[in-house]
């Protein structure tokens, strides 16, 4: 059973209670195989033999009853899938390393990447294909890629003119959610020489957010990324064309020299350079 308000199973032998995004789920008083249910407010389940509980609701109680597992939240997923698709002119190499990681590695730029979902520490899709099948649907989601997202168990067309992800939750307030997309670069120091960092500029294409209140945050290390200094928000406007945002008096530079983190919240969707200006001026 699929969003639904509310779950009830009592007095029977039953081999799958499944609700998804429901409010409630009850089982009492029967044989149960597998009580499955996520994301919902409430599990409970009473004098009755079941084998295995999982959810990652907010509450989860178990009475009188014989239980060979609990489980709250994802089961450890060890598996390494491995997948390819090309999307928007770029083919993909994707390693899905279970529910720790997702490496991307585009064959057009040779860069790898790391995809997450959210809160998450991986990214959802844990397999998709270019579906032949699927180009008259193409037309509608903007590309023929399909994949498999086994956290809410959907399957999703890859639309590479969105900057959000729709919310799998019908009901929830925010139906989109928005990618934060995080980029580093550095300037090594060697020695005990010092470099002044008068100020860095960003080029990219300015004048199109996402959304309004959209911008770029500059952050710094200088102990090779265990801390940040966080120098900002800048927003971008709407229709405004700048070609670069900019932060100022950012202190000086020693060994080992300085990581610069951009992080995008849907303000831009292009980088084409990050300067900086300091005595020699050609950084």
Not at 107 to 125: I, N, V
Not at 128 to 151: C, H, K, P, Q, R
Request: charged content about 20%; hydrophobic content about 35%; some cysteine.
């Amino acid at each position: 059973m699929v969003a639904s308000v509310s779950v009830q199973v009592s007095q029977a032998d039953v081999d799958v209670v499944y609700s998804a995004f429901s409010i409630d789920a009850q089982v009492s008083q029967g044989d149960t195989l597998v009580v499955f249910n996520i994301p919902s407010e409430e599990v409970q389940v009473s004098q009755s033999d079941i084998n295995f509980v999982s959810s990652s609701s907010s509450d989860v109680q178990v009475s009188q009853a014989d239980v060979i597992a609990i489980l709250r939240g994802r089961p450890d997923n060890s598996t390494l899938r491995v997948w390819t698709y090309s999307l928007d002119g770029h083919d993909y190499y994707v390693l899905r390393l279970g529910d720790s990681l997702t490496l991307i590695y585009d064959t057009y730029s040779e860069q790898w990447m790391d995809w997450q979902s959210g809160d998450l520490t991986f990214w959802r899709a844990n397999y998709g294909i270019n579906w032949v099948g699927g180009e008259a649907l193409a037309a509608v989601y903007n590309s023929n890629v399909v994949v498999g997202d086994d956290t809410f168990g959907l399957l999703w067309f890859l639309d590479p003119q969105l900057p959000y992800d729709q919310n799998p939750n019908d009901e929830a307030e925010n139906q989109e959610v928005y990618f934060t997309r995080i980029t580093m670069g550095q300037v090594p120091i060697k020695g005990r020489q010092v470099l002044p960092c008068y100020a860095t500029w960003l080029t990219t294409d300015m004048g199109n957010p996402a959304y309004t209140g959209a911008g770029v945050t500059l952050s710094t290390s200088d102990d090779a990324g265990q801390t940040f200094d966080d120098h900002g928000l800048v927003t971008v406007t709407a229709g405004d064309h700048s070609p670069q945002l900019s932060w100022y008096s950012l202190g000086q530079i020693g060994a080992p020299g300085r990581l610069f983190k951009i992080v995008d919240d849907g303000a831009i969707a292009r980088i084409d350079g990050l300067e900086m200006n300091d005595p020699d001026d050609d950084r």
